[in-house]
């Protein structure tokens, strides 16, 4: 049970069940569009009293649209919700070494216009260069409201200040890039670095199966001959895992279990970066982790004929 601090603690209201219960719709539609109101009943499990009065805020704040009539054996044919994609527009900017890529996308993450340059080394040129881009980019399509910008860097970075601590490719220190975006656009502006960018692109919009190893998992990883999987908590460790038993797209359906598994006991999913928040020393959490697998080992060879081996990397 999670302890609550008795001297600083606030009690939820009913606004935010129901904005929770807001934004539980508005993801299943994401995700199963079109869909009718009876099914995101079922899905959602709220009563579909509720579902309705939900769906009929979304549609007047336009951000979904009632589409086709679905078919049902008898009654009453449903209407079909989806995303409204004219409502608003998100633009990405991903810094790379040599070109940096500017794109507006919808809330399906379709991209609506593109942009590039090449990416200078010095901070205020590049800031200089980039922001006529943006603005460019904001105009493509005026009937779309810009909610934010999202920028991936190569880098150690701290996204609660919108700071680039580190980005050894261009020598960049502590330069604060969400404030000067933000400053001259007028829009909130959220700074990652391009890994964690590029898992949490993969889990809002990838495919099932990786999004399933994402959520789960949230480790780097590459399945291989016979099913063998390799995941890496990076600079740190690697786990590798066997089982001949697969599943239908060829991967070890034991060792994405054990993976999963390891990453819940061990706090190992990079989404939460556990081993750095928890305060860590890499070699305890080395030897936690390897006296466990010692134990397991044992049961996993003889009860499910499978072997895991755990690396150190550096």
């Known amino acids: 049970m999670r302890r609550i601090d008795l001297s600083n603690f606030q009690v939820a209201t009913s606004e935010t069940a ?24 079922r899905h959602s499990g709220l009563q579909r009293s509720t579902v309705s009065v939900i769906a009929e805020q979304l549609i007047r704040d336009r951000w979904i649209k009632e589409g086709a009539n679905g078919h049902t054996p008898r009654g009453r044919r449903p209407q079909l919700l989806h995303l409204n994609k004219e409502r608003v527009g998100i633009i990405g900017i991903n810094i790379r070494p040599i070109t940096t890529t500017l794109a507006l996308a919808d809330l399906d993450a379709n991209f609506l216009a593109q942009d590039s340059l090449a990416t200078p080394s010095d901070p ?36 609660d200040r919108g700071m680039a601590l580190y980005v050894p490719c261009f020598n960049w220190r502590n330069l604060n890039v969400s404030d000067r975006i933000a400053a001259a656009t007028g829009l909130s502006v959220f700074i990652d670095n391009d890994a964690n960018a590029a898992a949490l692109a993969e889990l809002w919009f990838g495919q099932p199966e990786v999004r399933e190893w994402a959520y789960r998992v949230g480790l780097p990883a590459k399945s291989g001959v016979s099913g063998g999987i390799v995941a890496v908590v990076p600079g740190k460790l690697a786990i590798g895992v066997f089982s001949p038993r697969l599943d239908a797209r060829g991967n070890s359906a034991r060792g994405i279990k054990v993976c999963q598994e390891l990453s819940r006991q061990f706090g190992l999913h990079l989404r939460d970066n556990a081993l750095a928040r928890l305060g860590f020393s890499l070699r305890r959490s080395h030897r936690r982790i390897a006296n466990s697998l010692d134990c397991a080992n044992s049961f996993f060879r003889q009860s499910l004929k499978i072997q895991v081996r755990l690396v150190q990397i550096g």
Request: glycine share 4%; aromatic share 2%; net charge positive.
């Open 18 to 41: 129901r904005d929770i219960n807001r934004r539980i719709v508005l993801n299943l539609i994401r995700t199963h569009q079109p869909i009718s109101r009876a099914d995101l009943a």
């Open 124 to 159: 205020k040129q590049f800031v200089a260069e980039l922001l006529p881009r943006v603005r460019k980019l904001m105009r493509a399509r005026p009937e779309l409201t810009c909610e934010g910008i999202g920028v991936s860097l190569p880098g150690l970075v701290d996204p």
